[in-house]
């Protein structure tokens, strides 16, 4: 037993001076990917109808963030949280119209940080968020070496690219299509994909290090993919989501009304009723079917981008990331899209492969990336011990790569600040790369949030401008809780006011791990409220919902 025990704390510290020699020694390259309105839905993460075997074969090489969650869910905000690491309250991005270099402090990005230690810096496809959110010009020239690149074919994207029944071209939610049909034969994750390869081709045999971002714009909304992508998903074998109504006790706050869906023509022919719908049934399926084939779609297309790092010999010098910028709802509670604080719309897949760290150096010559073809091959399977089950942030991105590919590990913001030096809202995750996870951490939370203009579903309501935003839902997601408050907000001071709740949820996840059981109601929380009155204003906001979060738990303990 002694033996045995010693050896393993032999092996234990072995593997953690590996991973620090390998910190300090040399820098890795880092290839960065972020798909666009990808929930958990991957093989990987235990969806046994997707096929995504390119991503899978990643996470079997990777070590994966089973409970990773985004901080706003929608595009402009999480985008700007994740490459920053500063939460949507220190941006100040709620909407997509201002850029934070102005509106709230000049934060460093991850990719300038890299670049400012000597790296190039690419940016190919749906990285930042397009448009004022990144000064029309994707945060270039601070983040960037040389300008982002977006395809040409995007420029369709939301035109009527969609044939319908009457044989007329329209703007359809539902768009899978004869590619060689589509404006120069080709749709725009195809066309970032290619680039991407070129760029990675020039890299090859170049000493420098590099860190690309590559951000593909699937499952993202028009379904405007492949035709053949459906056959992987027959729609007699799609199911509607276990919990389709709108849950009894929720909030009419929390709710979407997913007004980006109501307004692609094939929805709008469905007179749907505002704001709870429903949609048909036999559409809620083909919804769900193109949704799953837009996810195989993608998948193809980090298989051709990592196959071809691995043909290039840099899959041995290069740190991979791959995580999205936040979910997407397919009829759970009722909802459809993201703007929400559900899991369905916060909960996002992550993954890091670390070479020599997550995976070992290949020494028989097989290839550590092929390409896996998921119309001629099963499904590949997920084989990897190599999870963390606790809960973690996007934030937590950018101090881990950085200090994964060999860079400083950047230092904790203050719980209150808006200091412009470098540091983070996050945590480094790098410990956990060496240390093996032991049981759930109580101390591990996940904390996002989203604006409403009002307490009940508005047409603005999925995408309020900053001036409309009144109440801001606040979230907390442990092992056992989603504890959410939905507090009055200020939209000229950016100041949330506490001690006016216009709604709360709460969800036991262990009996309701769907989080429909709404059971804030069942507590008296005047007298925990009238005790978070007497906190310190220098109490951050997190602190004060995770101590309300131990005050109600404690009382349920006691009831029980």
């Not at 690149?149 to 899978?176: I, Q």
């Not at 997407?328 to 719309?345: M, P, Q, R, T």
């Not at 008296?524 to 004060?544: A, N």
Request: with cysteine; proline share 7%; aromatic share 12%.
């Amino acid at each position: 037993m002694y033996k045995g025990f010693r050896t393993w704390g032999l092996l234990l510290i072995f593997h953690t001076l590996t991973v620090a020699v390998w910190a300090r020694r040399g820098r890795r390259n880092v290839l960065f990917i972020i798909a666009d309105d990808l929930r958990t839905s991957l093989g990987c993460y235990g969806d046994s109808l997707v096929k995504s075997p390119n991503i899978d074969q990643l996470a079997s090489k990777s070590q994966v963030f089973l409970n990773a969650y985004a901080q706003q869910s929608v595009c402009a905000p999480s985008r700007t949280s994740i490459l920053t690491s500063r939460r949507p309250d220190t941006t100040r991005l709620y909407d997509f119209k201002s850029y934070w270099r102005v509106h709230s402090g000049n934060y460093t990005t991850m990719p300038q940080y890299f670049k400012s230690k000597g790296y190039l810096t690419l940016s190919v496809g749906k990285v930042f968020h397009p448009g004022i959110a990144s000064n029309h010009s994707d945060d270039y020239p601070y983040s960037w070496s040389i300008p982002a690149y977006h395809p040409a074919s995007f420029t369709y994207e939301k035109k009527k690219m969609c044939k319908g029944e009457d044989g007329k071209l329209h703007a359809n939610l539902l768009c899978a299509v004869n590619v060689t049909q589509q404006p120069g034969g080709t749709l725009p994750d195809m066309e970032s994909t290619d680039e991407a390869v070129r760029l990675l081709k020039s890299r090859a045999g170049d000493e420098n290090p590099f860190f690309m971002a590559v951000g593909f714009h699937k499952p993202h909304i028009p379904f405007r993919i492949p035709q053949e992508y459906l056959s992987l998903y027959p729609i007699e074998e799609i199911t509607l989501a276990p919990d389709p109504d709108v849950p009894k006790l929720l909030p009419p706050v929390a709710y979407n009304p997913w007004t980006d869906v109501r307004r692609r023509d094939d929805v709008q022919k469905l007179n749907i009723s505002f704001p709870y719908g429903p949609i048909p049934k036999d559409f809620q399926l083909r919804i769900r079917q193109h949704y799953y084939a837009a996810v195989s779609y993608m998948d193809a297309q980090v298989g051709r981008l990592l196959s071809a790092l691995d043909e290039l010999r840099l899959s041995d010098s290069t740190v991979v990331v791959f995580t999205s910028d936040h979910g997407w709802s397919l009829g759970e509670h009722g909802e459809w899209a993201k703007y929400s604080n559900f899991d369905v719309a916060t909960r996002v897949p992550l993954m890091f492969y670390v070479p020599e760290v997550t995976s070992h150096r290949n020494s028989r010559g097989e290839s550590t990336f092929p390409y896996i073809d998921a119309f001629n091959q099963s499904q590949h399977s997920f084989n990897n011990d190599k999870v963390i089950k606790n809960m973690v942030e996007l934030v937590d991105v950018f101090p881990t790569v950085s200090y994964m590919a060999g860079l400083r590990a950047l230092k904790l913001c203050p719980d209150v600040s808006f200091q412009e030096e470098l540091c983070t809202e996050g945590h480094n995750l790098a410990k956990t790369f060496r240390h093996p996870e032991r049981g759930e951490n109580a101390e591990a939370v996940s904390f996002s949030q989203y604006p409403r203009p009002a307490e009940t579903p508005q047409e603005n309501s999925d995408l309020p401008d900053l001036k409309d935003i009144k109440i801001m839902g606040y979230s907390l997601r442990t092992w056992d809780y989603r504890y959410t408050l939905w507090l009055g907000f200020n939209p000229n001071t950016f100041q949330v006011n506490v001690s006016d709740v216009h709604a709360g949820e709460l969800y036991m996840l262990a009996s309701d791990p769907g989080q429909d059981n709404n059971v804030y109601s069942d507590y008296d929380h005047s007298v925990m409220m009238t005790k978070m009155t007497r906190l310190p204003p220098t109490v951050s906001l997190q602190m004060r919902m995770k101590l309300q979060l131990l005050y109600l738990s404690a009382g349920r303990k006691r009831k029980a």
